[in-house]
């Protein structure tokens, strides 16, 4: 979605843009074709060790020849457009950077997740490897801690830019009637924080059995089932909203008293810099980039369990005015460092550079 709104706006700057990945839902490739970008749909690779199992050997050789196949398909694209420029949206993507070694074209590495501590991935054949690879490829990171995470830091062709996640103009509301409700809007996962969610609000809704716990998303049946069934056995099941997936969270946002972020290693945090812009203040877990986005913006962090609990009683208690004014702090500096507008100057920017080297090297 970030990447999506980026090159959106990076489009009015007449930036000429050709997309490769992989099958696309319909929405996302309707999207692309309202606004003519060239999409070729190719087999990329995800540049992860496979399961270790019986077949490890045979799975291991699938990968070299699946990177081999994609790379030479990218490579074709390539050849055929003549880019100035290959971005590639992922860190487990590794064909772009090939492709531009090859043609001798500038590449970016967006890195938008840790990969290993987000999302347990384990990169092919190792992160060391994979960290010299950056080394000799310029880098976006959406956030401080993941470019720490990579060894970046003081790397001269990497930088952060913090993902764009709302247009200034159409996102910024502020409702000052707020429902007695906590969201939580991600994907369903274990990985999300969602077992502690359910425990401490099963914990808060023993003296504010006025509130409701609201959830928007999709998952492993299985695992909602097994949380709805923990829910159960806490006494709050009746106070919880499993609404599925919503294409718009935006208003969801703007009545609830506080977004709920509780996964334990966010690489950025969209819902919670879109929190911000909707005037709704955020619970967050006090690590990766929920930490970087409520350290700028305000917001209440939590360690623990029992911080977290302490957290969703001190929201409750604020008065109108005290939360008023919370929120729109933390409107003002989402506007300042998380619009799409900033992050596309920003982006740009760092294309002008990138050409600017290539032209003096």
Not at 94 to 111: D, Q, S
Not at 185 to 206: C, L, N, P, Q, W
Not at 241 to 260: E, F
């Amino acid at each position: 979605m970030s990447f999506l709104s980026m090159v959106e706006d990076i489009l009015r700057k007449e930036v000429d843009v050709i997309a490769a990945g992989p099958k696309l839902q319909l929405e996302l490739k309707r999207k692309l074709e309202a606004l003519e970008i060239p999409y070729h749909e190719i087999r990329l690779a995800e540049n992860l060790y496979p399961h270790k199992d019986i077949k490890y050997p045979l799975r291991v050789l699938n990968l070299l020849r699946r990177k081999r196949n994609s790379a030479r398909d990218l490579l074709h694209i390539a050849l055929r457009y003549k880019p100035d420029i290959i971005h590639t949206n992922s860190g487990v993507i590794i064909e772009g950077y090939e492709v531009a070694n090859k043609l001798n074209i500038p590449h970016v590495w967006h890195l938008r997740e840790y990969q290993d501590k987000d999302f347990s991935w384990e990169t092919f054949p190792s992160k060391s490897y994979f960290i010299r690879k950056l080394h000799h490829s310029y880098v976006v990171t959406i956030t401080d801690d993941i470019r720490r995470h990579f060894n970046l830091l003081e790397d001269k062709s990497a930088l952060t830019i913090h993902n764009g996640v709302c247009h200034i103009s159409d996102q910024v509301a502020f409702t000052e009637k707020k429902d007695k409700y906590f969201l939580c809007a991600s994907r369903i996962s274990d990985e999300k924080g969602y077992d502690d969610v359910i425990k401490v609000f099963s914990k808060f809704y023993i003296n504010h059995s006025d509130y409701r716990l609201v959830i928007l998303g999709e998952g492993d049946k299985q695992y909602i089932e097994s949380l709805r069934n923990k829910a159960k056995a806490l006494g709050c099941s009746s106070a919880i909203d499993w609404l599925g997936y919503k294409s718009n969270v935006m208003p969801y946002m703007q009545r609830a008293t506080a977004l709920i972020v509780a996964s334990h290693f966010e690489g950025f945090g969209r819902m919670t810099a879109e929190a911000c812009f909707a005037g709704c203040l955020v619970v967050g877990r006090n690590s990766g980039g929920t930490k970087e986005i409520l350290s700028e913006t305000g917001g209440y962090l939590f360690d623990d369990n029992q911080g977290f609990l302490k957290a969703l009683n001190d929201v409750v208690l604020l008065s109108k005015e005290e939360y008023k004014k919370k929120a729109l702090f933390a409107q003002k500096k989402a506007q300042e460092l998380y619009s799409i507008e900033g992050n596309v100057e920003k982006i740009y920017n760092f294309y002008q550079k990138i050409l600017s080297d290539k032209h003096e090297g």
